[in-house]
């Protein structure tokens, strides 16, 4: 099995290990890693995300099957040394389950928008969360690169070189087309297992610092925000909770330097 790693700064300083969220891949965070260059970053493409091999069954993609190949990846790594760890979005996610399995070398999780709120907090149902992920990965087409990177720069208030490379990596040629790397089963296959294996079930067990940054837009999911972090922190009774004013679900991309210093700060105290 194939997996592609990311690596920025000096291996001897302090680790902190990314956990990217699901269609996107350990490339996003590049552009936050330029805010961090006193430690050691590292990340990966999940299976079937970015230049990672897809895994075949359905079973395989169960967070708790997850995060023995995430286990395998930073032991192989980092050896016996300790990190922390920080999940965006679905990585977050997986980023609770990890440290509720191995907490041994964790010296502390972040969350970054995730791990707090799931579809069916906002009335999603599962079938519904299916049939979306399927469309949007259906529909995710452009005839030319140029095309594509185009509508990227729509989306984002500015443009880097890391994050051209970042988006580049979420996708590939296929039949003339610009296509998403992340297929259907890969996709539908994750928020099952996320369905079937939810944080609340390993929440309680986390017993290293972990600290949530969440995103404050859409001010119409404010209610919800709050009642789903309140409900966290009666599983987690020493989480810690930071908004990050102005900054949507992609927080690290939105703020990637406000990101990285609050992250430092944490890491140090």
Same mark, same amino acid.
């Given at each position: 099995?194939?997996?592609? =790693? ?10 902190l ?39 075949? /069954? ?17 032991? @192989?790594?980092?050896?016996? !040394?300790t ?13 609770i ?8 070398q =964790?010296?502390?999780?972040?969350l ?12 999603? @149902? ?7 992920? /399927?469309s ?15 509508? /990227? ?8 070189? /890391?994050? !051209? ?12 087309? =610009?296509r998403? @790397?992340?297929? =259907? ?8 297992g ?23 837009v ?13 409900n ?9 909770v ?15 330097? !406000? ?11």
């Open positions: 099995m194939n997996y592609q =790693i990311y690596q920025w700064g000096n291996p001897q300083n302090p680790s290990v990314f956990l990217h969220g699901l269609g996107s891949t350990g490339l996003a965070f590049g552009e936050v890693a330029t805010y961090l260059t006193e430690y050691h970053v590292i990340s990966f493409d999940l299976p079937g995300h970015g230049y990672s091999t897809a895994l075949e /069954e359905e079973k395989s993609y169960l967070p708790s099957n997850l995060i023995k190949i995430i286990e395998e990846i930073i032991s @192989t790594y980092l050896k016996n !040394k990190f922390y760890l920080i999940g965006h979005s679905f990585g977050a996610d997986l980023a389950h990890f440290g509720a399995r191995y907490p041994q =964790i010296k502390g999780v972040v970054l928008d995730g791990g707090y709120m799931s579809g069916k907090d906002i009335g999603i @149902t599962l079938e519904k969360e299916l049939k979306d992920v /399927e949007f990965c259906e529909n995710v087409r452009f005839p030319s690169w140029e095309e594509f990177f185009n509508s /990227e720069k729509e989306e984002l208030s500015r443009w880097s070189e /890391e994050l !051209k490379v970042a988006s580049k990596a979420q996708v590939r040629e296929q039949n003339g087309e =610009i998403l @790397t992340l297929s =259907i089963f890969t996709a539908q296959a994750m928020l099952k996320m369905h079937l294996e939810p944080v609340d079930h390993v929440a309680r067990m986390v017993k290293c610092p972990i600290w949530l940054m969440h995103a404050t859409p001010t119409e999911l404010d209610t919800i925000r709050k009642n789903c972090i309140q966290l922190q009666m599983k987690i009774g020493h989480l810690n930071e908004s990050i004013v102005g900054a949507g679900h992609d927080i690290f991309r939105d703020a990637p330097e !406000k990101v990285a210093t609050r992250l430092k700060v944490w890491c140090k105290s």
